[in-house]
T-cell receptor, first 111, second 117 residues
Framework: TQLLEQSPQFLSIQEGENLTVYCNSS?????LQWYRQEPGEGPVLLVT?????EVKKLKRLTFQFGDARKDSSLHITAAQTGDTGLYLC???????????FGQGTELSVKP | GAVVSQHPSWVICKSGTSVKIECRSL??????MFWYRQFPKQSLMLMAT?????????EQGVEKDKFLINHASLTLSTLTVTSAHPEDSSFYIC?????????????FGDGTRLSIL
């Protein structure tokens, strides 16, 4: 059973389009992180959300944490080819620092 | 910012060889480090939690005699893949959480690509 369901797992869009990635769970998280990973490299932290209902913006990226702290979304506006990569959500359930990762979303933005 | 260094970044070796991967926190101390395995275009799978000065905690299905973890200091954890076989080929990633602030997120290394021939 996947504790953190991430969707979609694959997404191919044209430059300039908008997209949203979702992470859903039946469990409550104390915090949730979003990472971006390029091939052959480790994940790079984009944002951490902690408070239910929190919205954070990072340029064209908008992150939202659900009111009940069970789900989160990442919205990218006007995608660029440089946004291509693997996006990962990861939740913290206060289990000694262990993170629960979603399945990942492989995003391809075509020119 | 906090940096985690992983070495080597890429290793190719023959079947039956044991391979050691190092994970170092360069500018902070970490009592806890995590080891993950990742297959192409898939998410990270937690293998074990490395605890400084004590035994590692392995996730279900991970053979502790196959994947030996040593966390001898507050800045270094090692993962040794013993008698590696082609099915052990994968991308191994470590992460570390700062000791002084457990609210900080984990910092990831750049991974080690292991290829067993």
């Amino acid at each position: 059973t996947q504790l953190l369901e991430q969707s979609p797992q694959f997404l191919s869009i044209q430059e300039g389009e908008n997209l949203t990635v979702y992470c859903n769970s039946s469990s409550v998280f104390s915090s949730l992180q979003w990472y971006r990973q390029e091939p052959g490299e480790g994940p790079v932290l984009l944002v951490t959300v902690v408070t239910g209902g929190e919205v954070k913006k990072l340029k064209r990226l908008t992150f939202q944490f659900g009111d009940a702290r069970k789900d989160s979304s990442l919205h990218i506006t006007a995608a660029q080819t440089g946004d291509t990569g693997l996006y990962l959500c990861a939740g913290d359930r206060n289990q000694g620092g262990k993170l629960i990762f979603g399945q990942g979303t492989e995003l391809s933005v075509k020119p | 910012g906090a940096v985690v260094s992983q070495h080597p970044s890429w290793v190719i070796c023959k079947s039956g060889t044991s391979v050691k991967i190092e994970c170092r926190s360069l500018d902070f101390q970490a009592t806890t480090m995590f080891w993950y395995r990742q297959f192409p275009k898939q998410s990270l799978m937690l293998m074990a939690t490395s605890n400084e000065g004590s035994k590692a905690t392995y996730e279900q299905g991970v053979e502790k005699d196959k994947f030996l973890i040593n966390h001898a200091s507050l800045t270094l954890s090692t993962l040794t893949v013993t008698s590696a076989h082609p099915e052990d080929s994968s991308f191994y990633i470590c992460s570390a959480r700062p000791r002084t602030n457990s609210n900080q997120p984990q910092h990831f290394g750049d991974g080690t690509r292991l290829s067993i021939l």
